[in-house]
C-alpha cells in the first residue's frame, strides 16, 4: 500500500510540474500571438510614415489596396510627365508654323528638331501606352486574388480564438493548493485532465503563431509581386525595405523626368531663338535688297 501511494505521490509531483510549466508555456505563446500582431501593426505604420511625404497612403487599407495605390500614384506622375511633353510637342508645332519660310536650309534645320523631338515623345507616349496595359494586367491579378484578402478575418478569428480559449483556459484549470478536503485520487484526475487541456491549449496556441507567420510571410511576398511589374523589388525581406526602395526609385525616376523634360525644353528655347535670329537675317536682307531697288529706281 505504501508502494502504490509512493508511485501516486510521485506522479502527482510530475503532473504538478507539468501543469506549471505548460501553463508558463501557453502564457509565452499567447504573448507571442501579441507581439506578432503588433509587430505587423508598426511594420505597417512605418512603411507609411515612410512614403508619407512622397506617397500618402491610407491608414485603413490592406498592403494589398496600399500596393495598388502606389501604382496609382505613380502613374498619375507619369500621366503628368506625359502631358508636359505633348504641350511641348505643340508648342513645338505651332513654332514650326509661325516661322514657316521658304528658306530649305531654314526648313531643314525645323524638320530635323522636330523629328528628332517628336521620336522622343513618341517613346514616352509608347511607354504611358504600356503602363496602362501594365495597370489593365495589375487590375485584373488584383481580382483574381481577392481570396488573398479573406487571409485578414481568418487573422482576426485567429485572434479572437486563441484569446478566449486561453482565457477559457486559465479560468477553468482547477489547481487545489490545499488538498484537504480532496483525496489523492481525485487530484490525480483533475491533473491529468489539466495536463491534457493545456497541451491541447499549447498546440492551438503554437499553431496561431505560425499562422501569424505565414500571414505576414504572404502578405510581403503578395505585395512584392504586385509591384514587380511597375517597380523593381529585389532582395526584398522587410516592409521597410520595400518603402526605402519604392522612395528610391520614386526619386530616380522624378529627376530622371525632370532632366529629360529640362533638356527639351532647352532645345525647344535655343530653336526659338535660332529661328528668330534667322528670320530677322532675312527679314534684314530683304530691307537691303529692297532698299537697292529702291536706289536704283
Known sequence: MRGVNGTEDEELG???????????????????????????QTQAQ???????????????????????????QISKERQAFNEKYETLEKAMENLQLESGTNLETIKESYVNTIDELSQELAVMKSQCEQLDADKQR????????????????SRQNIERASSNLLQQ?????PIHRSGATR???AELGELRETVALLTAQ??????????WQQYHETQLDTFKNTLQEH????????????????????ISERQDFNQQYQALEKQNEDLRSESGTNLETIKESY??????????L
Request: glycine share 0%; charged share 30%; hydrophobic share 35%.
Open 14 to 40: 510530475q503532473l504538478r510540474e507539468t501543469v506549471a510549466l505548460l501553463t508558463a508555456q501557453c502564457s509565452q505563446l499567447d504573448e507571442a500571438n501579441r507581439a506578432w500582431q503588433q509587430y505587423l
Open 202 to 211: 499549447c498546440t492551438q496556441l503554437d499553431e496561431a503563431n505560425r499562422a
Open 183 to 185: 483525496t489523492e485520487d
Open 231 to 250: 517597380l523593381p523589388m529585389n532582395d526584398i525581406f522587410t516592409l521597410d525595405q520595400a518603402a526605402q526602395q519604392i522612395l528610391n526609385q520614386i
Open 138 to 153: 495589375l487590375s485584373d491579378e488584383l481580382e483574381r486574388r481577392t481570396a488573398e484578402f479573406d487571409r485578414d478575418r
Open 287 to 296: 530691307v537691303n535688297a529692297i532698299e537697292e531697288l529702291n536706289k536704283e
Open 169 to 173: 483556459s486559465f479560468e477553468e484549470v
Open 46 to 72: 512605418d512603411f507609411r510614415s515612410k512614403l508619407q511625404d512622397y506617397l500618402p497612403v491610407n491608414e485603413n487599407i490592406s498592403l494589398d489596396y496600399a500596393a495598388e495605390q502606389i501604382i496609382e
